[in-house]
């Protein structure tokens, strides 16, 4: 008759005299009158897979504060990066204030909106690090799509006409309209 088996995990010290981490599975085995003949049994080192999975957890854990840390710094600093970019937008409008001949107006304008451009991806990147540090304020504000494809007609129109792509915007376009998200 023999007994169901049984799992324990358990150190055991081997002939070199290092410390081992075992699971251990072992059942007794009885003869025909019922007595306890012998244990029969086996133990698997994991000592190696416990360290993995202890320097596993260490890294997840360090990888988290450095991704918080991360958060927190964007999402503190989003005055600091935001204040230089409106600061080049600001001299560029003057630019265009002054006399410039129509290449020159064309190069000033280029600029503009490739550094209105680079803010909204900041903008964004900011806003990203907001939501994910738990900083972010929703508010219901109106969108005019009519500016909002007009500066992304402006933005690829140039690279699409030298791969010779024609971009259509419908008629309905043209009909500024404020649209509040949800």
Do not use: W
Not at 5 to 31: A, M, P, Y
């Amino acid at each position: 008759m023999n007994k169901s088996v049984r799992n324990f995990e358990s150190s055991i010290i081997s002939k070199k005299g290092t410390i081992l981490q075992c699971i251990c599975n072992i059942r007794l085995i009885h003869d025909g009158r019922g007595r306890p003949r012998e244990i029969e049994g086996v133990a698997r080192d994991v000592t190696a897979l416990i360290k993995t999975n202890e320097e596993l957890k260490d890294a997840k854990e360090l990888a988290e504060r450095s991704l918080k840390v991360k958060e927190l710094f964007l999402a503190n600093m989003s005055h600091e990066i935001r204040t230089p970019m409106n600061g080049i937008i600001g001299v560029i409008d003057l630019l265009t204030g002054t006399h410039l001949d129509s290449e020159q107006h064309d190069y000033v304008n280029t600029v503009k909106k490739s550094s209105e451009t680079l803010l909204n991806i900041l903008n964004d990147i900011l806003d990203l690090s907001k939501i994910e540090a738990g900083k972010m304020e929703l508010k219901r504000v109106p969108a005019n799509t009519h500016d909002t494809l007009d500066k992304l007609y402006s933005l690829y129109i140039q690279q699409a006409r030298s791969k010779g792509i024609k971009i259509y915007l419908p008629g309905e376009r043209r009909r500024a309209r404020a649209h509040f998200g949800r």
